[in-house]
């Protein structure tokens, strides 16, 4: 993708260094292309938006999300899910327009809405 890519060295050597040691999970994504925007697509399960972080520094755009170990009453008799942190980073295209980004997460699936700026897409030219 040459427009929105994932881009490792963009982290900080910390956050390199804990998502190494495994505190952190990627989340897989799809990443769509119109004429006027992109949309990202990150998979998120059991993250509410309550523990959801979304940050744009410069061209990086950061998302994090948390799983919380929310228990119900009781006693655990198996399990396979667990508390989980997501984090993935990437570098966006400068044709973006970052002031109109939208974000939205339904049932663990963050959509994203990157619109291009005017300059960038694609018209139509009257000839006279």
Do not use: W
Not at 8 to 28: F, L, R
Not at 34 to 60: H, Q, R, W, Y
Request: proline share 6%; aromatic share 4%; charged share 25%.
């Amino acid at each position: 993708m040459s427009k929105i890519t994932k881009n490792a060295n963009v982290e900080s050597p910390a956050a390199a260094a804990s998502e190494a040691a495994g505190n952190y999970v990627s989340p897989e994504v799809n990443i769509y292309e119109t004429d006027n925007c992109f949309t990202l697509e990150a998979e998120m399960p059991g993250v509410s938006k309550e523990k959801l972080e979304i940050t744009l520094e410069g061209n990086s755009l950061t998302l994090i999300g948390h799983r919380a170990d929310e228990l119900p009453q009781g006693t655990l008799l198996y399990r396979e899910s667990r508390p989980i942190d997501f984090r993935r980073v990437f570098e966006l295209d400068p044709t973006i327009d970052a002031s109109k980004i939208h974000a939205q997460m339904n049932q663990g699936v963050l959509t994203l809405n990157l619109p291009k700026a005017e300059a960038v897409k694609p018209r139509k030219i009257a000839v006279e």
